[in-house]
C-alpha cells in the first residue's frame, strides 16, 4: 500500500511538469519528510475507509453460568440397614404325655381276628388345653382296624384322659404286631408323645386241663 502511495504521488508530480512553466517553476523541492508523513497520513486513511466498509461482526451476547446448586449432603459410609421386627419363634403350647396303659399291655397275646380295645392314660401336660375336635390318630405300624378318635370335649391343662381304640388282631400274620397313635389339632398339627399298642398275635393258647390220676385203694380183708 505504501508503495502505492508513492506511485501515485510521483505521476502527480510528473503531471503538474507536463502542463508548461518553467523547469524551474516547475521543478518543486520535495521535503522527504513531507513525502513520508502524507504517505503515513494517507495510509491510514485507507486503512480507516477499509475498516469501515469492513462488514460489523455482530457477537454474541456472553452467556451468564446459571448458578449452580450445591449437591444434597450425604453422610459419610453406608446408610445403616433397616432393621426388620424380629419374631421369637413360638413352641406350640400344646403337648401330651403317656402315663400308664390300661388294657392290653404289651407283648399280649391274641389270636388271629381277635377284637380287642387298647386303652392308654395321658395327662396334658402343656400349657393350653385340648380343644374339642382334637383327633386321637393311628401314625405309623399296622392300624389293625383302628380308628380316628375325635376327642367330644375339652381337656383342661394337667387333667389325665382315657384313650380307647378297638383294633382287629390281623389274620395274615403272625407275631409281635406294633401300633403307634398320637394326639394333633383339628387342623393334623400333632403334638405330644407318641403311644403305642404291642400285641403277639398267634400267641395265645389254651393251656391243657390235667385229668386226675385213678389210684387203686387195696382192700383189707376182713375177717370174721
Do not use: H
Not at 462488514?55 to 432393621?83: D, K, M, N, R
Amino acid at each position: 500500500m505504501k508503495q502505492k502511495l508513492i506511485t501515485i504521488l510521483s505521476a502527480g508530480i510528473f503531471l503538474l511538469t507536463a502542463c508548461g512553466g518553467s523547469e524551474a517553476e516547475l521543478t518543486p523541492t520535495l521535503d522527504p519528510n513531507l513525502i513520508q508523513t502524507q504517505a503515513v497520513e494517507t495510509f491510514s486513511a485507507a486503512l480507516t475507509q477499509t475498516a469501515l466498509a469492513a462488514p460489523t461482526i455482530q457477537l454474541f451476547p456472553t452467556l451468564t453460568a446459571s448458578p449452580t446448586f450445591a449437591p444434597f449432603a450425604t453422610s459419610a459410609g453406608t446408610l445403616p440397614p433397616v432393621s426388620q421386627p424380629t419374631l421369637a419363634p413360638t413352641k406350640s403350647c400344646y403337648s401330651m404325655a403317656f402315663v400308664s396303659d390300661v388294657t392290653i399291655p404289651d407283648n399280649t397275646p391274641v389270636t388271629p381276628g381277635q377284637v380287642f380295645t387298647k386303652t392308654w392314660k395321658v395327662v396334658n401336660n402343656g400349657s393350653c388345653a385340648w380343644d374339642a375336635g382334637f383327633k386321637f390318630a393311628f401314625v405309623g405300624g399296622d392300624a389293625m382296624n383302628g380308628v380316628t378318635y375325635t376327642l367330644p370335649s375339652a381337656v383342661a391343662v394337667n387333667a389325665t384322659i382315657d384313650l380307647s381304640i378297638t383294633m382287629t388282631a390281623p389274620t395274615n400274620k403272625t407275631g409281635k404286631v406294633q401300633s403307634n397313635w398320637r394326639m394333633s389339632t383339628a387342623g393334623g398339627q400333632f403334638f405330644g408323645n407318641e403311644v403305642y399298642v404291642i400285641v403277639t398275635v398267634g400267641g395265645a393258647t389254651a393251656t391243657p386241663t390235667a385229668k386226675p390220676t385213678a389210684t387203686n385203694t387195696p382192700k383189707t380183708p376182713s375177717y370174721p
